[in-house]
């Protein structure tokens, strides 16, 4: 079982949120882990977006728009991150990322279709 | 402004090597820390290597023992030293700066291709 699952698609419309799941493998608690978001884009590298690990501890990409935002959701040990009023520029890859055991484990990534 | 710039991809045969470099500008490499992230075309992301600013690093059990990290401080710049390609290596290599574990700065890739 991998170290993170994402959802491999989502589908959305203009205007409504979007909450991308990252779910940790049974046994890794996600309390204690900062999550990455990512946005990659075609023919362009991955851009940060943010990461939480708690409303006290998160970090917002420079220039990234306050309706990019993370959360989690201990009841399923899943990090999320949340788009609200989606635009159609937001269709991309999404990638989340954590540290784990001293190396970077990043998410198999959800392809996000604003239609 | 900050800027990352991968070179050296290319094809090579299985069993070979190949050195990527990743020249900086705007910051100073041997300050920060610095990433190697890889993504076959079409696929998702993998992280490969890290180097810390004090000199430590760290591999992907997928490439241990066979990528070396590596920096030159007076070039600006951060080498990864790949040996015993496999076809498996073919990918996308990024360079990427890390700001306390923010990947905030991405090269725009170098391609390696392992094939005979």
């Known amino acids: 079982q991998a170290v993170l699952t994402q959802p491999s698609s989502l589908s959305a419309s203009p205007g409504a949120p979007a909450s991308l799941t990252c779910t940790l493998r049974?046994?890794?608690?996600?309390?204690?882990?900062?999550i990455y978001w990512y946005q990659q884009k075609p023919g362009s590298p991955p851009q940060y977006l943010l990461r939480?690990?708690?409303?006290?501890?998160?970090?917002?990409g420079s220039g990234v728009p306050s309706r990019f935002s993370g959360s989690k959701d201990a009841s399923a040990n899943a990090g999320i991150l949340l788009i609200s009023g989606l635009q159609s520029e937001d269709e991309a890859d999404y990638y989340c990322?954590?540290?784990?055991?001293?190396?970077?484990?990043f998410g198999g990534g959800t392809k996000l279709t604003v239609l | 402004e900050v800027k990352v710039v991968e070179s050296g991809g290319g094809l090579v045969q299985p069993g070979g090597s190949l050195r990527l470099s990743c020249a900086a500008s705007?910051?100073?490499?041997?300050?920060?820390?610095m990433n190697w992230v890889r993504q076959v075309p079409g696929r998702g992301l993998e992280w490969v290597s890290i180097?810390?600013?004090?000199?430590?690093?760290y591999y992907a059990d997928s490439v241990q023992g066979r990528f070396t990290i590596s920096r030159d401080h007076s070039k600006n710049t951060v080498f990864l030293h790949m040996n015993s390609l496999r076809a498996e290596d073919t990918a996308v290599y990024f360079c990427?700066?890390?700001?306390?574990?923010?990947?905030?700065?991405w090269g725009q890739g170098t391609l390696v291709t392992v094939s005979s």
């Open positions: 990322m954590i540290w784990h055991n001293s190396a970077v484990v």
């Open positions: 180097m810390y600013s004090g000199g430590s690093t």
């Open positions: 990427v700066r890390d700001i306390g574990g923010d990947f905030d700065f």
């Open positions: 705007g910051f100073t490499v041997s300050t920060n820390y």
């Open positions: 049974s046994g890794i608690n996600v309390g204690p882990y900062k």
């Open positions: 939480y690990k708690s409303d006290s501890d998160k970090q917002q």
